[in-house]
């Protein structure tokens, strides 16, 4: 299976080119200010692309996901996409996993304290994980300095075949730690906040292949 990996387009999605295939994850921070209109016009685009399974969690920036009610969300998303908040799906034996959770900064949305309260969450990651989405990056793993120690820990539990994950800008790229291959599939470049100036694409979509019958050592890149 083929599995196209971005993140943090924050509205700058339409101006990306994609070649069509099977599975493609969007890793949060769809919007830049987190209204509903940017969420809608992202899904029409995110509907639109030429693969066959789509995925996305929200991101800290994603402040009308983390308010809408499930009967909301049922109604919003259209039957081809499939959203995870905490939960996951099968596709094709391949077990994905997903949250918008990150650590707690400046009361954005799907924040949560470090320690003991976002230690829940990471608790609830199945150790049969192929595949792990959330919005932040693990502690010391293309995060300058911003990843969650606990989610790291769990990590190392769990050790999924692939964590994709965004949040950190400037960061687009794989590292690999123990039998896990770390993506971090953010899109957009990092801002000096001195400066006047908005969000470029830099990154890359990164894409992978993997097999469900075979382990952890035969991941193509």
């Given at each position: 299976m083929d599995i196209t990996f971005i993140s943090d387009t924050h509205g700058l999605?339409?101006?990306?080119?994609?070649?069509?295939?099977?599975?493609?994850?969007?890793?949060?921070?769809?919007?830049?200010?987190?209204?509903?209109?940017?969420?809608?016009?992202?899904?029409?685009?995110?509907?639109?692309?030429?693969?066959?399974?789509?995925i996305f969690i929200g991101g800290n920036h994603d402040l009308f996901l983390e308010s809408l009610t499930l009967r909301e969300m049922k109604k919003l998303i259209s039957a081809n996409i499939i959203y995870l908040q905490n939960n996951g799906t099968v596709i094709e034996g391949i077990k994905f996993w997903g949250s918008p959770v990150t650590p707690y900064f400046l009361g954005m949305a799907f924040n949560e304290r470090e320690g003991k309260e976002i230690s829940k969450t990471w608790n609830k990651i199945p150790f049969d994980t192929d595949i792990l989405i959330t919005h932040g990056p693990p502690k010391g793993i293309l995060d300058s300095g911003m990843g969650c120690d606990e989610l790291l820990l769990q990590i190392n539990k769990v050790r999924p075949k692939i964590h994709?994950?965004?949040?950190?800008?400037?960061?687009?790229?794989?590292?690999?730690?123990?039998?896990?291959?770390?993506?971090?599939?953010?899109?957009?470049?990092?801002?000096?906040?001195?400066?006047?100036?908005?969000?470029?694409?830099?990154?890359?979509?990164?894409?992978?292949?993997?097999?469900?019958?075979?382990?952890?050592h035969s991941i193509n890149l």
């Open positions: 999605h339409d101006r990306l080119k994609l070649n069509p295939g099977t599975v493609l994850v969007h890793a949060g921070d769809i919007t830049e200010y987190g209204t509903e209109e940017e969420g809608v016009e992202f899904l029409d685009w995110f509907t639109s692309q030429p693969f066959t399974y789509k994709c994950f965004g949040h950190v800008h400037g960061h687009n790229g794989m590292e690999s730690y123990n039998t896990t291959k770390f993506i971090n599939a953010s899109m957009v470049n990092r801002l000096n906040p001195l400066e006047n100036a908005t969000y470029k694409l830099i990154g890359k979509p990164i894409t992978c292949l993997l097999l469900p019958t075979i382990d952890t």
